[in-house]
T-cell receptor
Framework: DAKTTQPPSMDCAEGRAANLPCNHSTISGNEYVYWYRQIHSQGPQYIIHGLKNNETNEMASLIITEDRKSSTLILPHATLRDTAVYYCIVKGFGNEKLTFGTGTRLTIIP | GAVVSQHPSWVICKSGTSVKIECRSLDFQATTMFWYRQFPKQSLMLMATSNEGSKATYEQGVEKDKFLINHASLTLSTLTVTSAHPEDSSFYIC????????????FGNGTRLTVT
């Protein structure tokens, strides 16, 4: 599976949109982009995933560039409860395993 | 939907004893479950893939005789840490896939193991 690169940490003001970038320049055609987050001392929580089209659900939006080499997770109105480590993971079709990198520690500031 | 329950949420045991951790998919059937381990301030590391009705597949460097995995039904996988030592103290997390390939993995809330 393709490797991903994320900034180690980010801050965002409460109520503003949090935009978390992820680079996956070696992604191949059948690999999906998944986003998870982990709040302290809990198991990871699934947020969203996509292949090439932009995706939106009740938690977030996922914007994937046309060349698919990078993506951005958008939390439209960040709250204090969104403080967590966010993981961007690329996973190939037919490979069920998820390999976690170091993620981005997002801190929402009151 | 897609709830994965893990039990216990925390456990303290003495060195040399064994500890069993249960992982259940509550509202779906999971032919495959995964076990991860997470040390403080580190990311999750995959330990093994648990397949219903067959032997687990362990990642390189994970001792299969120390970390026994049993996936006896489509909703239950267990991880037994045998002859636990203080260095086995960690956060153990299970996950399961609901549905077809490329469906997301859903995770339990983890078990914090402390070996004294």
């Amino acid at each position: 599976d393709a490797k991903t690169t994320q900034p180690p940490s980010m801050d965002c003001a409460e109520g503003r949109a949090a935009n978390l970038p992820c680079n996956h320049s070696t992604i191949s055609g059948n690999e999906y982009v998944y986003w998870y987050r982990q709040i302290h001392s809990q198991g990871p929580q699934y947020i969203i995933h996509g292949l090439k089209n932009n995706e939106t659900n009740e938690m977030a939006s996922l914007i994937i560039t046309e060349d698919r080499k990078s993506s951005t997770l958008i939390l439209p109105h960040a709250t204090l409860r969104d403080t967590a480590v966010y993981y961007c993971i690329v996973k190939g079709f037919g490979n069920e395993k998820l390999t976690f990198g170091t993620g981005t520690r997002l801190t929402i500031i009151p | 939907g897609a709830v994965v329950s893990q039990h216990p949420s925390w456990v303290i045991c003495k060195s040399g004893t064994s500890v069993k951790i249960e992982c259940r998919s509550l509202d779906f059937q999971a032919t495959t479950m995964f076990w991860y381990r997470q040390f403080p301030k580190q990311s999750l590391m995959l330990m093994a893939t648990s397949n219903e009705g067959s032997k687990a597949t362990y990642e390189q460097g994970v001792e299969k005789d120390k970390f026994l995995i049993n996936h006896a039904s489509l909703t239950l996988s267990t991880l037994t840490v045998t002859s636990a030592h203080p260095e086995d103290s960690s956060f153990y997390i299970c996950s399961a896939i609901q549905g077809a390939e490329n469906s997301p993995l859903h995770f339990g809330n983890g078990t914090r193991l402390t070996v004294t």
